[in-house]
């Protein structure tokens, strides 16, 4: 008895040893952290690329290929059918990102460096057109002045950002190149991982029952299921909304002959990933785009957008992302504010299916708590 209680104040202390020490190099530690994860992200980013790909791959192997093998007489089906899903989804991807480098890429280009060059001009219409356009109201001499110094202030910050970015094209560049290359990296990572996926998988839960006890195994298993099967429904029914509403936006604004089309309609695909507010920001976004350009022409895509958005909304989202996550609109709020206040974008976006699975491990939690009761 006197062995355990000294074995437990030896843990403790230890504990606390440890602590003192982590709380007192607390940047020391941030700084190793940080540089740790910039000599690993190519396995991060290899990692969260085969998780993608392993929802189309999964889909394919399950529900088309795997069938068709079963009727055949070949042996290890299963190592066939892995490989040939990889492949049909290698293709598929490959012809979609083909698409996108052949037609979209060079519009996006041409529309953002014409654009940028732009800005200029856009700035001296604007500040000709407003007043000429308050000439014609009747307003007050003060709300007039307000109204041309925010124009000029605007001005101002676009002028400037825009000098920023033709200044630091070539830092850019060395960022976008840096990035290119550790995707590359990262997908021959992720390669390797979807191939062997069972393998690593099995290796995972060894280590799993060897350091801890075999209920807490068992539910740290059950918890990595319910994380996967979150990440991958909200992943695969964003990314399906964002590009139905893109498509649907740029066939608008192609039908009203809208400037940037393409440009426009990409970032509000983009920007829809983001849960609730995505849209929002992306439309507004592209709404001042195009007033720089046409500052009627913005009315008139608020109003589509809008349009869209209820259309989208209404017919096509509950059928798309459905219940996916599991969260009503009041929860969604909670991770977007404590996500986006933390780590930003990127917060928002793991933090909403990280949410769901704190919110179902919760419920199933107080549901059995009120059976036992």
């Known amino acids: 008895m006197k062995d355990f209680k000294l074995k437990n104040q030896f843990i403790i202390s230890t504990y606390i040893v440890v602590l003192a020490f982590l709380l007192l190099n607390i940047k020391s530690i941030g700084n190793i952290l940080i540089q740790s994860i910039s000599v ?145 990296i990262g997908f021959i990572i992720a390669i390797y991982i979807l191939l062997s996926k069972e393998k690593l998988l099995i290796q995972c839960k060894k280590a799993t029952y060897a350091f801890l006890s075999e209920s807490y195994a068992k539910k740290l298993i059950e918890v990595s299921h319910l994380v996967s099967f979150k990440f991958s429904r909200f992943i695969a029914g964003q990314c399906m909304d964002g590009v139905i509403l893109g498509t649907l936006c740029f066939i608008g604004m192609t039908i009203f002959d809208m400037p940037y089309a393409i440009l426009v309609s990409c970032i509000i695909a983009i920007t829809d990933l983001i849960p609730i507010f995505g849209t929002f920001i992306g439309s507004a976004i592209a709404a001042f785009i195009i007033f720089m350009v046409k500052p009627i022409t913005a009315l008139y895509f608020i109003t589509m957008i809008v349009i869209i958005q209820q259309i989208e909304g209404n017919l096509v989202y509950p059928f798309v992302v459905g219940n996916s996550i599991g969260l009503s609109s009041f929860w969604i709020l909670v991770p977007i504010f404590i996500g986006s206040s933390t780590f930003g974008v990127l917060g928002i976006l793991i933090g909403v299916p990280l949410f769901s699975v704190i919110y179902t491990l919760a419920s199933r939690h107080i549901n059995k708590k009120l059976k036992e009761k």
């Open 40 to 184: 690993l992200k190519p396995f991060i980013i290899g990692i969260a690329i085969a998780f993608l790909i392993n929802i189309p791959m999964k889909f394919f192997e399950i529900k088309l290929i795997s069938p068709i093998l079963k009727k055949s007489k070949l042996k290890d089906t299963k190592t066939i059918s892995r490989i040939l899903s990889l492949i049909l989804t290698l293709i598929i991807l490959f012809i979609f990102i083909s698409a996108f480098v052949n037609f979209v890429v060079p519009q996006l280009i041409k529309s953002t460096s014409s654009l940028v060059s732009k800005v200029p001009q856009y700035i001296d219409s604007l500040q000709t057109y407003i007043p000429n356009y308050l000439s014609h109201i009747n307003i007050s001499s003060s709300m007039h002045s307000s109204l041309l110094s925010g124009v000029e202030k605007v001005s101002n910050f676009v002028i400037k950002f825009a000098n920023y970015f033709i200044s630091n094209i070539l830092s850019i560049t060395f960022g976008v190149t840096s990035a290119i290359t550790n995707f590359v």
